[in-house]
């Protein structure tokens, strides 16, 4: 089992919600679909699952072409943002509900019961309604109710969205545990990069109904595509420098940073196709600065604003008087604000984006 | 400011004084209300256990809880009764399943669904003296349009209200056009209230049409109906002015309800004493009602909560 998405697009009225989208899902493999709210990602999901058909392009689910089907007659398992329990029924004949078409056994179907609510401990409750349930109780029962079929495909849209922190961690160990039993391909709608990074095999970055980059969570962190992607994922977010190209040897790179100062840092070989002069794009994650006491060629100087202890790592906002740059180190690190200091990038850190946003990398 | 105040004194100044602005405010309201109900609500009170007649000078005596008994034991009371009963469960039964389909039908957008909405919750803005004259236009023999139409096919006059049962359904006609649009209107707060997502939810789950409804929507609008049926049936109950206009009880006394019959006794018998009494049986019938009606909707409160 696969799906398959070609050429997908939704347009609402003059809103073009999805355009052209691209994507396969493996058999097993969990995909997250991650961007901001309004990028289109919620629109995706529910075209897969035959909530909303497609304006164009095709869906095909294990190979077949179910673009102009209907949601029942795609055979696929879907848990709601809002749960979407049924407040009649109870845990138990919640449960159990999406296996009534399927013209089972009352045996089978409570025996089917009864393994889904061992496996995500629902034993307790099994008798009690939806109003009756805490949150993180009704998020187990949505998703017990979308894995007791075999469907083709399992969909979720933001699991984790309404629990609070604590328990939003402990479900997402939990649900990546149901998930790697799973022997279908999954789709994860969520707008957190977190759950994202945790949950899945292979991450879809969305952005304004486009898909930005599709690479594994490893390498969607460290070498991003582009400067939306690059931007997006990560906490905090990475340094983003203006600067211009002045001088390369093939392996190092000078660079004048807007606001005056410069910097030579070591860079990938594609820098031989710009020419200096060339106006280009700095990134840097806050855990590659490095504080040093010595002014040195790959680093720049820069003044303390606002230091922020995070408990093992403290979080420094630096400014070099044209940017703001965050920087994360050791709380044993000695920081007051105000200090004058110099900010070194680590060798083979440094990501450089052009002016079509479009990172400069060997692939 | 100073010098108005000083400058008004007595029983004027006592007057206006702002802590009894709020009461003075008030007092015509409560002052007519005490004088047109309340006082006239305790005087018939009082009426229903002596033997007064309005029609005569006698001066009334002091009968204790005789009328009640009359009015117990009176084998017209229980034939009215029983006519009140059969005209209030007829209608109030068409106006749930017409309500019902037209929520229904309401619930899903189509063209000119808002005008045709307004059109549809009209019956229930007009007088009950209007919607009675209307009907008994319209089954009017000679000129009214039911007997027009039907005069095609059988080429003879259609005289509905010729005979018990199509007198009574003519005014449960009368009622029910009147009040499906009310029922419509609260099971289509219901219908609305289903959160979209619980639909969709079944249609991944592969849920049938039947189970689907009595799964989701139906939880939804029980109690409403419920609301429907306790609130109509009070109304109903107490019908009178459609029945007075379409048949005045007639023919013979087959559709006097018993808001007509206590009209009857009242006004036309000058039995003033026992219709007292038979009216305060009505209002603890209704008493009784209205405490079901408000229990319903405390429950319903909760659910929505």
Redesign the interface.
Known sequence: MTIELKKLTKRFGALTAVDSVDLTVGDGEVLCLLGPSGCGKTTTLRMVAGLELASEGEVYLGGKNVSDRAARDRNVAMSFQFYALYPSLTVAENLAFPLYGEGLSKTEIEVRVARISDTLQLGGILNRTPGQLAEGEKQRVAVGRSIIRDPTCFLFDEPLSRLDVQLREEMRGEIKLVLQDLSRPTVIVTHDQLEALTMADRIAVMRDGRIEQVDTPHNVFQRPKNLFVAGFIGTPQMNLLTATLTASNGANAEFAISGGQTIMIDVDPRISELSPGTDVTLGVRPRNLEISNEPTPDGISTTIDIVEPMGAETLVHLSDGQHVLRLVTDWRVPLNEGDKVHTRFLPGTTHIFTADEQVLRTP | MANTAKTRSGFGAWLLDPKRRGALLVAPAITILFVMNIFPLMWSFGLSFFNYKASSLKVPTFKGFDNYGKVLTDERVWERFQTTAIIVSSSVIMQLIIGFLMAMMFAKVFPLRRIVLMLVLTPMMLSFVSVGVFFKLFYEPTFGIVSFVLNFFTEERFVLLGSPEGAILGIVIADAWMWSPFVMLLVLAGLVSV?K??Y?????????KW?TFW??T??YIKSLLLLAVLFRTIETFKLFDVVYIITDGGPGSTTETIAVYLYRTAFQFFKTSQSSALAYIVLFIVIVLTNLYLYAVNRREEEVE
């Open positions: 959160p997502y619980l969709e939810a079944a249609e991944i789950d592969r849920a049938s189970r799964t989701i139906f939880p």
